[in-house]
């Protein structure tokens, strides 16, 4: 993508889930048959955190896989959720004071993550790398403030094999999307975005590209969503 394109892309990704955040999660419920918060868990599993850890939420959202990042971390971890939609990061904070669920959410872009190298001892990003307008660089990042040795966690919607499940993106939701959020649009955006996204071998070598190792994955729900790990290296 050139340069203006990105910038059109970041643009736009932030009004749209700046507009639709108060719809966020329940649209997230009903689109999965409610499946996506295990999702979450098998992704906080899958970074391998221990008591005491630190951990960052990338592209946290309204910060449901940074809630169940800090089981892992508690007591004395801490974890902290990053994007860069306000209207995502304050029902993320609202949902953290209303359960005083002690997670940080932070404005930040995955493109220049404001930490230091090696930072945080597990990094993780549900469903927000097929939103970012540069992915080698995000994972970049993200390896970048992961601990030597410790894990980087992508969640995502992959490419659907299945002609069923590319009816059911394409066609139910958005029209889900219309009658739950009235934002046709951005869940027409949706089946779009998962299309332009790559499979889950090539997102493999991505992240192996970005200086991790013992990169594998998981292919889950028809193989619609995959879950990758990979250690820094
Ligand atoms: C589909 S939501 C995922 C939210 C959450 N991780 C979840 O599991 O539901 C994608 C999120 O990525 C964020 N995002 C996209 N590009 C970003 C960037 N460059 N920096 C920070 N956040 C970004 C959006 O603002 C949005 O909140």
Not at 66 to 79: D, M, N, S, T, W
Not at 103 to 110: H, P, W
Not at 165 to 177: F, L, N, Q, S
Not at 210 to 232: C, D, I, P, S
Request: aromatic share 8%; with cysteine.
């Amino acid at each position: 993508m050139s340069q203006p394109l990105k910038d059109q892309r970041a643009d736009y990704v932030v009004k749209m889930f700046g507009a639709i955040a108060d719809h966020y999660d329940l649209m997230n419920r009903v689109m999965t048959f409610g499946q996506d918060q295990r999702w979450r868990r098998q992704a906080a599993e899958a970074a391998q955190l221990h008591p005491g850890d630190t951990a960052l939420d990338v592209a946290t959202g309204t910060g449901d896989l940074a809630f169940e990042l800090i089981k892992h971390v508690q007591p004395r971890g801490h974890v902290v959720g990053i994007d860069f939609a306000e209207p995502m990061l304050s029902l993320a904070r609202r949902k953290a004071s209303i359960r005083r669920i002690p997670v940080s959410f932070e404005a930040a872009d995955a493109l220049n993550l404001p930490f230091a190298d090696r930072s945080f001892c597990g990094v993780t990003c549900g469903f927000g790398l097929r939103n970012v307008e540069d992915r080698t660089r995000a994972l970049a990042e993200m390896a970048r403030v992961t601990r030597l040795g410790r894990r980087v966690v992508i969640l995502e919607l992959t490419p659907p094999s299945s002609e069923l499940a590319r009816k059911y993106m394409d066609e139910i939701v958005p029209r889900m999307g219309q009658l739950i959020a009235r934002a046709r649009e951005a869940y027409s955006y949706l089946p779009e975005s998962v299309k332009d996204f790559p499979d889950a071998q090539h997102l493999g070598r991505m992240m192996q590209n970005a200086g991790l190792r013992q990169v594998k994955y998981r292919l889950m729900n028809f193989g619609t969503v995959a879950l990758h790990w990979g250690e820094r290296a």
